[in-house]
């Protein structure tokens, strides 16, 4: 687990970190998004003290980052940054080895690791392993990129826009397999970016930066629908996404009321997890203007009727 | 030809073994002194702004004066012949060198601390393989110069090819003058196929041009 | 030391200068039409910069005599490498998308090449030539052992002679002209590359 405690940073007496405060569980995948100067890069250069804080600290598992041993930190943590990540004088094979030389692994260990990093992403050790990076695509060096951060089984990733310089359908499969691989190895992962669509693909929780804060933390679809002020909803507006409707549930159209007296006898209460497709079937199948929405405990927290869909479309547009 | 080498033969060779540790030694000791300033201006970059250019115009002021004068200082020996190549030498590594490390994106830097990279390691690892390809570039403009330096040596009576040069052009000897250039064109361009050599084997393939 | 001296190395520089650019922009222009020959083409004119240019003097000098053409004439094989190179860089380094939408317009080879790529590889050239002129001035000095004069009998007379305050006096005025032409060169070539949009070189 990683915690941010109000870490603050000055440059001079120039605030660029204003107190951020947040948790990360063990295998969450969290994205920090905001403005380019807002402060995400500086955030997350801070966990392995590539920045060090100018005030708050920083927990893993509960222990201190400025009492650990800098260079367990950092091997412990995988690093992968935008396009021109991998040295140019080093082979795949030793860009890769680069944590494992460092942590005084044999050869033969190694040697497996590698092997077995390049089969997980299709590129075949014989063909690839002796390869300098500029014989590679850009798509393949970013995938290297991601190899060498996962070389020693670290726990934890930072992915500073890794995807940034790739195209879109390069991008697409990249985030795929990224994805797949954090959540069969279990591990955290602390990506920026900028770019919503990357992080509503990618995120269990997103965190909105701008000028030096965390404006809001929330899963992604609640960020979407429910963004927390006119600066992220213009934010996400101007990137053109949207939940869409078939991903959207009873939760996400109601607006929350505190439990009502039901005195109309023709009411109909549907679970909060269902479907749009199944709100839609009520209304037609009943006529009613409006249905109730129950929570796990079967009482009612909300209500959606014809109005509430609309304000929420409108938030959207 | 018998007749030739017979005349010229013994001299001739003396003179290219002079040519060529002059040019070696001389080069060497530039290498270990201009590696070390590079190193160490790379790191203060803020006297570098200020030695960099005065370096710049040291640069042209030509080799023959300072052979003329460390010879008025230490007088005609080989030693004043080897300070003053050196310190010309010094010159074309410093500057590529030193520009060889800075001019390394500051992100690789940063990516090797991340990866949890001690300094050592990232000077070694990284920084070093990264400047190389201009370090060498310094290196073979270096020993050309030298080469072609190394010719002034005859002009304060310390040997090499220049000797055979100076003496053909002072007696108006045609010959001589055949005698002395051939053999420095030919040992510029194996100097620089050396350098080549050298550098190939030095140089990441990763850096290298196809 | 005397104005004659100065004028001499000048004239040298200067003469030398005007028939390396004469040439090595056409060779340079041929290099970038003809890769493959051009290829062998700036090997040869590497070589003439690898070979001392004392030696390339004597050699001449057993043809064409003690005199300044023979100077001459070094100093414009010497000096050919980083006009002819620079010429085919920036020639190579023109946008291809820019060529193409020369060809679109309907340009043959010879306009394309006056009006769109020679311009766009004109800061990349003044670079060559300031580096072909400030060595000039450097290489001038080896003239004066085969006739050409120019500031190098100076020094040489001075370490002859042993006179320090000539060797200092001539080397004062030799690094006050490389210095005087590099920031004039460099000068026009900022104004040139501020032109066009900056590239990267």
């Known amino acids: ?108 260990k190694t040697l497996n690791r590698v092997k077995e990093l390049l089969n997980m992403v299709n590129m075949p050790y014989n063909e690839y392993a002796g390869k300098y990076p500029r014989q590679l695509s850009g798509g393949q060096q970013q995938r290297i990129g991601v190899l060498r951060a996962l070389a020693v089984n670290p726990p934890i990733i930072i992915m500073d826009e890794p995807f940034g310089a790739l195209d879109p359908i390069t991008r697409e499969i990249l985030q795929s397999e990224v994805k797949k691989i954090q959540r069969e190895l279990n591990i955290t992962v602390l990506f920026i970016t900028h770019d919503m669509h990357e992080a509503m693909k990618m995120a269990d929780r997103i965190l909105f930066m701008d000028q030096g804060k965390i404006l809001q933390d929330a899963p992604p679809k609640e960020m979407l629908l429910h963004p927390a002020n006119e600066e992220i909803s213009k ?83 | ?78 030693l004043t012949v080897i300070m003053a190549l050196s310190i010309y030498a010094v010159f074309p590594i410093l500057k590529n060198a030193y520009q060889g490390f800075i001019d390394i994106d500051r992100s690789y830097i940063e990516v090797a601390r991340g990866c949890g990279m001690n300094k050592r390691q990232i000077f070694m690892r990284v920084e070093v393989p990264m400047a190389m390809p201009a370090i060498f570039s310094g290196i073979r403009m270096s020993v050309i110069y030298t080469v072609s330096w190394a010719i002034l040596a005859a002009m304060i009576g310390q040997g090499g090819l220049g000797e055979f040069i100076y003496r053909g052009i002072d007696a108006n000897v045609k010959e001589y003058i055949v005698i002395g250039s051939i053999p420095i064109a030919i040992l510029a361009v194996l100097f620089r196929l050396l350098v080549d050599m050298i550098e190939k084997k030095c140089v990441s393939k990763g850096l290298q041009k196809d | ?112 090449l006056k009006s769109v790529e020679f311009p766009m590889a004109f800061s990349f050239i003044l670079t060559g030539i300031r580096i072909a002129v400030v060595t000039a001035v450097g290489v001038a000095v080896f003239g004066t052992f085969v006739g050409g004069g120019g ?39 900022k104004r040139q590359g501020g032109i066009y949009e900056k590239t990267e070189r």
């Open chain 3, 151 to 189: 500031l190098g009998s100076i020094l040489y007379r001075g370490i002859r002679i042993q006179n320090f305050d000539l060797i200092i006096s001539g080397t004062l005025v030799l690094m006050l002209m490389s210095v005087f032409f590099d920031y004039l060169l460099g000068f026009l070539e």
């Open chain 3, 1 to 112: 030391m005397t104005w004659e001296m100065v004028f001499e190395h000048l004239y040298l520089v200067i003469v030398s200068c005007f028939f390396v650019v004469a040439f090595g922009i056409p060779i340079g222009i041929f290099t970038y039409y003809h890769p493959k020959a051009g290829k062998i083409v700036l090997t040869v004119v590497d070589l003439f910069q690898t070979v001392p240019v004392l030696a390339v003097m004597g050699l001449l000098m057993t043809v064409f005599g003690a005199n300044s053409v023979t100077v001459i004439i070094s100093m414009v094989l010497y000096l050919l490498l980083p006009i002819v190179r620079n010429t085919n860089t920036g020639l190579n380094s023109v946008s291809p998308i820019l060529k193409e939408t020369a060809d679109a317009m309907g340009m043959n080879r010879w306009q394309r």
């Open chain 1, 1 to 108: 687990m990683i915690e941010y405690r109000n870490i603050k940073k000055y440059y001079g007496d120039k605030p660029i970190i204003r107190g951020v405060s947040f948790t990360v569980e063990k295998g969450q995948f969290v994205v920090i998004i905001g403005p380019s100067g807002c402060g995400k890069t500086t955030t997350v250069k801070m966990l392995n003290r590539l920045i060090d804080a100018s005030e708050g600290e920083i927990l893993i598992d509960g222990v201190s980052t400025k009492d650990m041993d800098l260079i367990k930190l950092r091997t412990s943590i995988g690093y992968v940054i935008q396009q021109i990540g991998l040295f140019p004088n080093m082979t795949v094979e030793e860009n890769i080895s680069v944590v494992p030389r460092i942590m005084k692994w044999d050869k033969e």
């Open chain 1, 235 to 317: 934010f996400i507006t101007l990137q053109e996404v949207s939940v869409k409707g078939s991903q959207m549930t009873a939760e996400d159209l109601m607006e929350a009321v505190d439990a009502e007296p039901m005195r109309d006898e023709a009411v109909i209460i549907v679970d909060k997890k269902d479907r749009l497709s199944e709100i839609a079937k009520h209304y037609e199948l009943s006529g009613v203007d409006r249905l109730y929405v129950k929570d796990e405990t079967g009482r009612v927290t909300g209500v959606i009727t014809v109005e509430s869909i609309i304000r929420l479309l409108m938030k959207q547009v």
């Open chain 2, 1 to 78: 030809m018998k007749g030739f080498i017979d005349k010229y033969g013994i001299s001739l060779l003396t003179a290219i073994g002079e040519h060529i540790v002059y040019v070696i030694i001389s080069v060497a000791i530039a290498i270990v002194i201009a590696m070390a300033l590079a190193i160490l201006l790379s790191r203060f970059r803020k006297a570098a702004v200020v030695v960099m250019p005065l370096i710049s115009v040291f640069q042209t002021i030509p080799g023959i004066v300072f052979i003329g004068l460390l010879m008025l200082r230490l007088g005609m020996t080989p």
